[in-house]
Structure formats: structure tokens, C-alpha cells
């Protein structure tokens, strides 16, 4: 009966399911004839020799952030994860299915990767929903059936030592660097992870972009700031 059913749901999800637009068709074609073509060894290797990375990037879902732009990687040097707000969930083996702690899990234990980059951007929609959501401005937010909303419970605790002031711009900032923070923190409660940082096996980073600018910022744990790079 299972069986069937799911059957029946795979049916109808195909006929929903279309062709590629011929601008990411021409696309393909045109990086295939040059990109691949010129550096076809190159390719072979990493599909033989299997990925491995030097980094793991948490980064926003935004289609503005593109870290292997930003840092100039080519592929196989970065496993990249990308989510609503750039968020890690703490710890919370419950048998359920998590796609971000899955990828930092594998990321540490299967891949050994060294490091781990947390990387927050400027006008982020996310840290925005977030602030709303908080602030009383976005009820369908709140609302249990809402994936976003639920998501982004995970900030709600940064939005809640916020100093918040008459300026939307400095207080969205603000978020978005604790957004950063709180995915750091998030982070040392996988026991796996704490164990890596503390053997010295890997290290946290986090980064604050700027979209408009360009620029980039790193947090310094010392003083406790984000300071430009």
C-alpha cells in the first residue's frame, strides 16, 4: 500500500517537472565547449580521485553571496552549505532529519576538513524575517506552518540581547553579525566539532560581507569585534 502511494505521488510530481529554459541550456553548451573542454584533466581527477577540500563554507542561501568568487576557489576546494540566514542548529541528535548538522558531520568526520567559515552577508532577507518575526511585525512567521519561521527560532535568542535603536539599518547589521556568532557558538556544541577544535585538528571562522561594497570582515575573538580584512 506504501508502495503504491508513493508511486501515485511520484506520478503526479512528474508531470509538474519541464524542461531546462534554453538560457541555462545555452549556458551548459557554452561551459562544456570552453571551461571543461580546456581543463578536462583537471575534471577527471577530482571525479576520480574524489573531493578534498581544504574548508568547509556555511553560507546564506542569498544568490548575491558567492564564496568561491569572493575567495577566488576553484572547484574541490570548498564544501559548501547553504542556508536561510547562514544558521547552525545546536546539537540535537533526535532522530529527525537535519540537513545542516548532516553537512557539518560530514564535512568533520568523513572529509577532515581544517576549517570552518560562517558566512554572513549585508541585507540579508533571512536576519530581516528574523528581526520582524521578533519584533512583532511578520505573523505568518510566527505561524507553526511556516518553515522560514521555525528556521530562524534559532536567532531569536540573538535578536533578544540586541540593543535595539532608532536606526533599522545598525540594528539589521547588528543580527547579521550575530547571526555569524550564533552558528560559532552552535557550532562547539557537536561533540564531534569540539573535539576537532580542541585537538587542533580545525578551526572556526567567522565573516561578515558587505554585498554593496565588497568588503569583508572577520570576528576577532580577542576583542570581541568584526574588523575589515
Not at 511520484?10 to 573542454?37: C, D, I, N
Not at 581544504?54 to 564544501?79: H, L, N
Not at 540573538?158 to 547589521?173: C, E, F, K, P, S
Amino acid at each position: 500500500m506504501h508502495y503504491e502511494c508513493s508511486r501515485k505521488h511520484l506520478e503526479v510530481a512528474m508531470e509538474f517537472v519541464k524542461p531546462l529554459p534554453s538560457f541555462l541550456l545555452q549556458r551548459y553548451h557554452g561551459w562544456f565547449a570552453t571551461s571543461y573542454s580546456e581543463d578536462k584533466t583537471w575534471y577527471k581527477k577530482l571525479a576520480s580521485e574524489g573531493q578534498r577540500p581544504r574548508a568547509m563554507v556555511i553560507s546564506c542561501c542569498d544568490s548575491r553571496v558567492q564564496a568561491t568568487q569572493i575567495f577566488g576557489a576553484d572547484q574541490g576546494e570548498f564544501f559548501i552549505h547553504r542556508n536561510i540566514a547562514n544558521l547552525v542548529p545546536p546539537f540535537q541528535p533526535d532522530g529527525q532529519q537535519h540537513g545542516t548538522s548532516a553537512a557539518v558531520e560530514y564535512a568533520v568526520s568523513a572529509l577532515k576538513v581544517g576549517h570552518i567559515i560562517v558566512l554572513g552577508h549585508s541585507n540579508c532577507g533571512g536576519v530581516q524575517g528574523c528581526y520582524e518575526m521578533c519584533s512583532g511585525q511578520a505573523p505568518d512567521l510566527e505561524e507553526k506552518t511556516s518553515f522560514v519561521g521555525r528556521w530562524l527560532e534559532i536567532l531569536r535568542p540573538a535578536y533578544d540581547t540586541l540593543n535595539i535603536t532608532d536606526n533599522v539599518g545598525d540594528n539589521m547589521q547588528a543580527l547579521e553579525k550575530k547571526a555569524v556568532l550564533t552558528s560559532l557558538e552552535n557550532l562547539m556544541t557537536f561533540p564531534f566539532v569540539k573535539k576537532a577544535v580542541e585537538q587542533e585538528e580545525l578551526s572556526l571562522h567567522g565573516l561578515w560581507t558587505d554585498i554593496g561594497a565588497g568588503g569583508l570582515e572577520a570576528y576577532d575573538s580577542n576583542s570581541n569585534k568584526f574588523t575589515p580584512v
